[in-house]
């Protein structure tokens, strides 16, 4: 059953290792030379949310986990990031590590319940969770209310670099962005990982050959939901905002949505997913409630009749063309 | 004025009542949910959505058509009932052999749809829907004062739950419709059709959605938004409750209203969240539900 929920699944073999190398210097070699060719601001949102869809690939995709409340990791670790550089005037490099801390510390109580249920209740379990963390963001004193954390510095990088300088952050984003990218790389390639992808393929099986299955899923949910905080207090840098668009439920939709069209339990999939949400997002913020209508349409022919996603479908072009 | 624990017992009974009417949509919708989970094994996300298709169906039948409430509850459940037999012919029976999960985002995306298509249409503000002349006013019981509408909510969404538990408990049709949970190849062997069973069982769920969202217009506002909200809180409601039984989930939903109004009254602050809170408590101390079973 789990096999048919991940038809792109990253495999390791010699010749996918080598072109994953070429995907990646092809990203990085993107990622440098973006500024020269669309707005430095957009493409830091694409990062952002790209990090934030990897991490969420990393529990579905990697673990098959479908979490529907990952926009508390990423609104909470905007909100902690937001707070402790406006309030408390922390450098941006130690309130994007405060806001990681904290949201790694809330994967890690959520994930306790969480991963006490499995398959749709564990969706509707964090989606409720999530639900939780919206209201106390909208209720708490610090968190300003419908208004958000508005205005908040971006600072000096180890209280030398300027980041109001679009370039200067964007840099910064740059390095979150692709350190947070190998990571999961890693993660996904070491023993670690494969006992995770053993985990989503057949539960029981893991647990007759001894390994503790919960405890696995417990780490996954809460590197998840910590690198999900990592992306979220970036991007609260980036805009200088962190507001209740960042904890509602439509961002958790959003996430699975960007996950989903690039392809889910591909390395690269959601990187791409995002760039096309976000880009989309942009050319189509004028029609206002469409942007609704749109996502959901993708969503619909995405679940229809087409569930590798992008990546996946290239990467299944690929092998096809290729017989090994 | 009588107080009890220091609140007065008028702000008390009033609370109280919300938190029954609320309950009524709870097990309404849970109820709702719990069925389409039994046989198509699919967490129907668009059951917000479908709930405000039919609270706008009945504001659509009275201001374009000019037909009332009691025309509203009849037609508004046929209505999107037969739209999510359509949905369930063309969209999900396409995924039953895949992971269910395929199910939960088809759907998550059939409501974005929707609440999209109304928003564009409507605006987010609420629509005002009348209470049916027969049932203004209401009854001075001397601690309280009971509008007539509301006491009508409670006891016909009562009624609907305690009707669809006799009908799935306890007639021929709800032993197949049991039976084909348990095994549908072995219930398909013995000559009953069970994915036409399937279908109707879906627009059957659909339509308990529908009927809700009609009894609910006249109290909230008809809004495109008014039922995303409300089915995460449902959610929760199923979590807390398993979804093993069907008097469970009716049970768990009135309960969890009632809940929810004491808590409005003597901590405020936590209203929105006392239902999550809940549910955090019930997955450590019986992960299964109250009602559910392991499986």
Known sequence: ?324 | MDTIFGVPTQALFGQLLIGLINGSFYALLSLGLAVIFGLLNIINFTHGAQYMLGAFTAYLLLTKAGLGYWWALLIAPVAVGITGILIERLLLSHLYKLDHLYGLLLTFGLALIIQGVFRNEFGSSGQPYPIPPQLTGGQNLGFMFLPNYRAWVIVASLVVCLATWFMIERTKLGGYLRAATENPALVQAFGVNVPRMITLTYGFGVGLAALAGVMAAPIYQVSPQMGADLIIVVFAVVVIGGMGSILGAIVTGFGLGLIEGLTKVFYPEASNTVIFIIMAIVLLLRPAGLFGREK
């Open chain 1, 1 to 324: 059953m789990a096999a048919v929920l991940h038809p792109g699944t990253a495999a390791a073999s010699a010749g996918e290792t080598r072109s994953l190398r070429w995907a990646f210097a092809g990203m990085v070699a993107l990622v440098a030379l973006a500024p020269l060719a669309v707005y430095p601001v957009f493409a830091m949102k694409v990062m952002c949310f790209a990090l934030f869809a990897c991490a969420f690939n990393l529990l579905i995709g990697f673990g098959g986990l479908l979490s529907f409340g990952h926009a508390m990791f990423f609104g909470g670790g905007a909100y902690l990031a937001a707070h402790s550089a406006k309030v408390w005037g922390f450098t941006p490099e130690l309130a994007v590590l405060f806001a990681t801390a904290c949201t790694a510390l809330l994967a890690l109580a959520t994930g306790l319940l969480a991963i006490r249920r499995q398959g749709i209740y564990f969706a509707m379990i964090t989606l409720a969770l999530a639900q939780m963390v919206y209201f106390f963001s909208l209720q708490a004193p610090f968190t300003g209310g419908e208004d958000g954390i508005q205005a908040v510095p971006r600072g000096k990088l180890f209280g030398v670099v300027d980041l109001a300088n679009n370039y200067a952050m964007y840099a910064f984003v740059a390095v979150v962005f692709l350190g947070g990218f190998l990571l999961i790389w890693r993660i996904v390639h070491s023993p670690f990982g494969q006992v995770l992808k053993a985990i989503r393929e057949n539960e029981p099986r893991a647990v007759s050959l001894g390994y503790d299955t919960d405890r696995y899923k417990l780490v996954a949910f809460v590197l998840s939901g910590t690198i999900s905080g990592l992306a979220g207090g970036t991007k609260a840098l980036v805009f200088q905002l962190a507001s209740l668009t960042d904890v509602h439920w439509s961002m958790s939709g959003e996430v699975v949505l960007m996950t989903l069209v690039g392809g889910l339990g591909t390395l690269f999939g959601p990187v791409v997913g995002a760039a096309v949400i976000v880009t989309m997002q942009n050319y189509l913020a004028q029609l206002g409630a469409w942007v609704t209508v749109v996502q959901g349409a993708i969503f619909v022919v995405c679940v229809m009749a087409f569930r590798r996603g992008i990546v996946g479908e290239l990467g299944a072009l690929f092998r096809a063309k290729k017989p090994v």
